[in-house]
T-cell receptor
Framework: EDQVTQSPEALRLQEGESSSLNCSYTVSGLRGLFWYRQDPGKGPEFLFTLYSAGEEKEKERLKATLTKKESFLHITAPKPEDSATYLC??????????????FGGGTRVLVKP | EPEVTQTPSHQVTQMGQEVILRCVPISNHLYFYWYRQILGQKVEFLVS????????KSEIFDDQFSVERPDGSNFTLKIRSTKLEDSAMYFC????????????FGEGSRLTVL
């Protein structure tokens, strides 16, 4: 069974204080690892897809990296508007054609001014 | 920017009643999904739908649940006889391609079963 574990569960940062979020996964053949941002009461908003170990993607203050067992989301010099829950999800290469995503529990990030 | 839209945003129902949640996926997307999130818990997969049939479903998606694409634009989730434990936020999502699928999610429909 595919599993995704995110740490820490919550993170409080001062504006400008860089940090990293961790996503550990076990999956029967990784097709893709996804990062989403979720604001309270809203649906997940797509950020990145990573397909193979060593791959990196960047968007503004966010940078996602991937190894064979985990992914990191680095937040550089965060601003209060980066406050959200960040979700990691994996999609397995094998299995049924539906290609479901298996989500982790998320990391709640609060950036204080 | 194209988006997935869901209605209603919030529905309150009595236990045992039927509920239909509606979604309009992004127009050129071919794959459609329902996920749910019980308050404080993980986002969980329910079902995926392609070419007018279910392509995968989870253990949660039992006989009380059904999905339908009644016309070219809507995608619905029906819960036949709601239970208290069905209370959750239900998210519709769509993707262009299942192989390299970034899923785009709607804002969600909050279902409260009393």
């Amino acid at each position: 069974e595919d599993q995704v574990t995110q740490s820490p569960e919550a993170l409080r940062l001062q504006e400008g204080e860089s940090s990293s979020l961790n996503c550990s996964y076990t999956v029967s053949g990784l097709r893709g690892l996804f990062w989403y941002r979720q604001d309270p009461g809203k649906g997940p908003e797509f950020l990145f897809t990573l397909y193979s170990a060593g791959e990196e993607k960047e968007k503004e203050r966010l940078k996602a990296t991937l190894t064979k067992k985990e992914s990191f989301l680095h937040i550089t010099a965060p601003k209060p508007e980066d406050s959200a829950t960040y979700l990691c999800a994996v999609q397995a290469r094998v299995g049924a054609a539906g290609n479901k995503l298996t989500f982790g529990g998320g990391t709640r990030v609060l950036v204080k001014p | 920017e194209p988006e997935v839209t869901q209605t209603p945003s919030h529905q309150v129902t009595q236990m045992g009643q039927e509920v239909i949640l509606r979604c309009v996926p992004i127009s050129n997307h071919l794959y459609f999904y329902w996920y749910r999130q019980i308050l404080g818990q993980k986002v969980e997969f329910l079902v995926s739908f392609y070419n007018n049939e279910i392509s995968e479903k989870s253990e949660i998606f039992d006989d009380q649940f059904s999905v339908e694409r009644p016309d070219g634009s809507n995608f619905t989730l029906k819960i036949r006889s709601t239970k208290l434990e069905d209370s959750a936020m239900y998210f519709c999502a769509s993707s262009v391609d299942a192989r390299f699928g970034e899923l785009f999610f709607g804002e969600g429909s909050r279902l409260t079963v009393l």
